[in-house]
Nanobody
């Protein structure tokens, strides 16, 4: 059993930044994905990172990990109202060290989610 705990969500004005954290015991062994789900929409992948920790950037978002702290981060910059959603992190226990998946069905454990609201 892997218990993932997200934190760092909240209310931010358009153009602002937030850094979300995902922590779990033993997290350093797993590929981790960040997903989000807005009201009335399907869950979508944001970014993922392999257990070997190759950081990734996609537009305004960046994912990184600190395996000494068993934590993965999602840095979100220049936030827009359409980024409003519940953000989830998930762990893939069966991924090779160099890979990660953007598909939610590949992930075995999920956190409870953290709300991000972008509004003035």
């Amino acid at each position: 059993q892997v218990q993932l705990v997200e934190s760092g969500g909240g209310l931010v004005q358009p153009g602002g930044s937030l850094r979300l954290s995902c922590a779990a015991s033993g997290l350093r062994k797993y590929a981790i994905g960040w997903f989000r789900q807005a009201p009335g929409k399907e869950r979508e992948g944001v970014l993922c990172i392999s257990s070997s920790g190759l950081n990734s950037v996609k537009g305004r978002f960046a994912i990184s990990r600190d395996n000494t702290k068993n934590t993965v981060y999602l840095q979100m910059n220049s936030l827009k109202p359409e980024d409003t959603a519940v953000y989830y992190c998930a762990a893939d226990l069966n991924r090779a060290a160099a890979g990660c998946s953007s598909q939610s069905y590949e992930y075995d454990y999920w956190g409870q989610g953290t709300q991000v609201t972008v509004s003035s």
